[in-house]
Structures are given as C-alpha cells and as structure tokens.
C-alpha cells in the first residue's frame, strides 16, 4: 500500500513542501518567495483555499512523502446551459519523480475527481513558453481553443 | 441619473434576459437552450453563484434595462505567493448596445471591482475563434501570454 501514489486535501503542515516545489520552477522560481519561517502570505491563502468548498489544494503523496500539487477550483457558471467547470492551476511536480508519469497521473486523478463534482469541463491555462506542458496536456486530451489572457493589477 | 450606465449583482429576475444574450451569439447559439419556460438548469445555476461569495454574475443596466452581463470569480491561489485572482467569463453586451463602448465600461468596471478584492491579477480566455475579442481585450491591457486549454468531459 506504502508504494501507491495517493492523493488528498493538503493539511497545514504540507504548505512549506507545496511552496518548495511551486518554487522550484524556471518561472515559480521568479515570483514566489520560499523562505523560513514561510510568508504568512501562503498560510492565509491555504485557510482561505481550506474554507471554500470550491476550492481544493491537493497533494499527490508516495510512501509519506509529498510528491505533487495542484489545484482545482469548482465554478457553477451561467454559460453552458448552467454547467459547472473545474479550473486546475498550480500543477507542480517535485524533481525527484519528473518523467516518471506522475503528472499523468495527478492529471488523471483530477479529471475523475472533477466528473464526481458533475462538471462539463476541465480547463486550465499553461504559459506559453512551457512548450513541454502544452503537449503533455494536448497528450491527455485537452484542446488549446483559446488564448489565456492576463492583466497584472497594481493592488499590491 | 437614469442615463448612467449601472452595474449591480443580477438577481433571479434577470436570468431570462441573461440567457437570451448569451444565446444571441455565433458561438452562444450553438451551445446554450433559451426557450420558455427557461430550463431550470439555469435557475439551478444562478442559485449556486448567489450563495457563493467568490462568485458574482453581474449585470450592466442602462435606463432600467439589462445591456449587458459579465461573471466573475474570485479565486484564492497559492502561488503567486498567495494571490487572489479575478475570473472573469460569461461577457456579452446586447445587441442594440454594439459598438457603442459597453464592454469597454464593463471590463474596466470589473478591473476596479477586483481591486476591491485585494486581486493581484485579472484573467479570462478567449475562443481563438474570436479574433475581435482578442484585440479588444489587448486594447484594454491583457495579454495573450498562456495557451487556454479545455477537456470537454461526457458527464452529462
């Protein structure tokens, strides 16, 4: 049992490994700030993720130890007849598993979990510049119908 | 007063003439079922926005009727070291209305509003289909910067 991947919500104790591997990343690396102790920033934001029932942080984990992350968001919108849709976002995997399927896998996990939620679609964006994401997501069937645009505020 | 163009939460009553713009496009038509009576998976929907606070479907009223409609979520990330975000989806102006400055108003109005939420970035897609919507959205300050990806899912 020990050696299968599973997969859950992520606890409180688990955001320093989520931070760490979301870090370790040619562009995470550029805008997060993984340090100790950790910004309380990433604690408010994991109360907040814990306190919505349409948003789950979730940790893929092999023998104990936090391999993966992502996040799914659950949105009931108007458009599409009324139908609910799961955005992922915050796909990470750590460097120790990478080429191993595990991305697949956490990917497959999500796509599964977002039909128990009896959503039509499962939609995500990926930077441009990720070349190797985009194929891996075409891979798993995703369509690349839509250009994902981003306007950076000044609230902070 | 009644000249001004008002924005406000749309309430039940609403949902009609919601459905009716959304359906009143090339890409609308082809996907949403504006019939009476209207098909209670939209009331459905609207039910489930009005009880989320991360989520608002938002109405443009101009001279007491509905000109325009836009949805936006709120979303708490751990990345970006804990940012919200801002969703926006669902924009559609009504047809008399076109050309006329609306949608302008209506994303600079929902740019503002995500401030108000403490968002450090405001995001949508656009089917690539819409070479219109892409430039306006550009014209406003977005930029293209990520591939938007959708997995259509046979749940129902």
């Known amino acids: 049992m020990k050696n299968e991947l599973l997969f859950r919500k992520a606890e409180e104790k688990d955001v320093d490994k989520i931070v760490k591997m979301l870090a370790n990343d040619p562009l995470g ?30 940790v893929a984990v092999l023998k104990e130890d936090i391999i993966g992350v992502l996040q799914i968001t659950f949105i009931p919108y108007i458009t599409h007849q009324g139908g609910w849709r799961a955005t992922i976002e ?29 959503c039509h679609l499962v939609q995500l964006t990926t930077d441009k510049t990720r070349t190797d994401a985009l194929r891996f997501y075409e891979n798993l069937g995703f369509k690349a119908t839509h250009e994902g645009l981003k306007l950076k505020l000044n609230s902070r």
């Open 29 to 58: 690396k550029t805008r997060e700030n993984y340090r100790h102790p950790l910004p309380n920033r990433y604690i408010k934001a994991f109360e907040a993720i814990q306190s919505d029932p349409n948003n789950e942080l979730i």
């Open 90 to 118: 915050g796909v990470r995997t750590d460097e120790s598993v990478r080429g191993k399927g595990i991305g697949t896998k956490m990917i497959t996990w999500a796509i599964e979990h977002a039909k128990t939620r009896n």
